[in-house]
């Protein structure tokens, strides 16, 4: 398959394809706690007892060595680190052999899928021989992302700049592809920008949310993946924070979303029980993909840890700046749940496989169970990148506490996923990453954009 040169053809003779991937909005909550309440069935509760620590740490490691042959394969077919351009990138692309894999049938809808953790799932989505159509308005994205993500997987995907606020830019290709299911990671995503533009946040993520809803139900497809946070748990009342724990009030308008989006959705399965729905909750994500060619690409200040940490190894701020030192913790300094990237991609395929069960409607935590503090997060990626990082610790912010760490046994039991990577690996592909792109995605071609647009032909 000559990708660059049909994409010339699809260019100047399907014009009517590309008005579908013009404009679009995708991938960037308080009520009193006894309203968001949330039933668990026995089973799981039962399937909880059944984790045995060493199945755990076998499957750890084995999860580990798969890892380790897929990077080493993955450094031996390409060192994409020498593809300075997206004509080269693309080049790559084109004499790399694409097999069709026919394990899955229908394709799978991606929304944001450009983004940071949707890069990384539907490279998984690929990799798993799943066939992908992404959908983003490249609002905190950008085609980079998708042109690397073909690369690494030798195979293409689907994609168009389309706004998840107009339901007319959907239908188009709700009736193009034969879609089984969705990965919905579309949303405007930062907490404190969510504080100061609130209406943004609600018209974005929860009217966007709905009118998914609305076309997928138009045409029968009842099958989706909720990218929720954690975020909805409020200040938790049990910790780790378990599937059970009481959701909100939550404080910011961001979360409030979220907490929103899952209502809906709980209502939406109720109402029809053709709807199955799992909601995935996750705490802290970092890292990148262990090739270093895809990555968090944040715009402006960053508004979590690890990208902040990062930019202040690159000198573009002169310390990281520690809320708090005073904490009953470790070393004073509060301490949460991190996650690989690579590991909530991966979280996210195992709910697509469980959505072939038709499970109704499931919320799951996705996290590692372990926490770390700010000062061992500083320290590990000094240890990755070889530089002493400068911090000032200050007093703690309204609201923060001590601890928050996930409980995901339930994840464990009835999706079989574990994460596999620890603090080290997060920080050593995280300034991989950095390292071979200090300035994040190039702004990408004309020529990539049109090279992404014929992929929907």
Known sequence: MHLIKTAVTTVTTNSHILSIHEDALVSRSTRSKPYFTQERQDTSTKMLNKIDNSQHQHH??????????????????????????????????????????????????????????????????????????VVDNLSNACE??????????????????????????????????????????????????????????????VTGSLNLFRVMERFGV????????????????????????????????????????????????VANNKWNAILLRYFNPTGAHPSGVIGENPRGIPNNLMPYVSQVVQGRFPFVKIFGGDYDTVDGTGVRDYIHVCDLATGHVAALRKLKTKPGCVAYNLGTGVGYSVLEIIKAMSRACGKEIPYQITKRRPGDIAVVTADARLANAELGWYPKY????????????IDSNPLGYPESSNEAKQILQQMSA
């Open 60 to 133: 750890c490691q084995v999860m580990q060595n798969r890892q380790q042959n897929r990077r080493q394969t993955i450094e031996n077919s390409i060192n994409i680190s020498t593809c300075e351009s997206t004509e080269a990138l693309m080049e790559t692309l084109e004499n790399k052999t694409i097999k069709k894999l026919n394990s899955h049938e229908g394709y799978v809808l991606v929304t944001g899928g450009a983004g940071y953790i949707g890069s990384h799932t539907v490279l998984e989505l690929l990799i798993c021989g799943y066939n992908v159509v």
């Open 222 to 269: 009842y099958n989706i993946v909720f990218s929720s946070s954690a975020t909805v748990y409020g200040q938790p009342d049990i910790i780790p924070v378990n599937e059970k724990c009481s959701l909100g009030p939550v404080t910011n308008p961001y979360g409030k979303t979220k907490l929103f989006i899952e209502e809906a959705i709980r209502d939406m399965c």
């Open 144 to 205: 980079e992302s998708l042109i690397r993500v073909q690369t690494l997987a030798g195979r293409p995907l689907k994609f168009y700049h389309a706004n998840i606020l107009d339901e007319q830019t959907l239908i188009p290709i709700f009736e193009k592809y034969n879609i089984w299911a969705v990965l919905h990671f579309a949303a405007l995503k930062a907490v404190g920008e969510s504080t100061k533009i609130p209406l943004d946040y609600y018209w974005n993520n």
């Open 422 to 433: 620890g603090l080290d690996q997060m920080c050593q592909d995280l300034w991989r990453w």
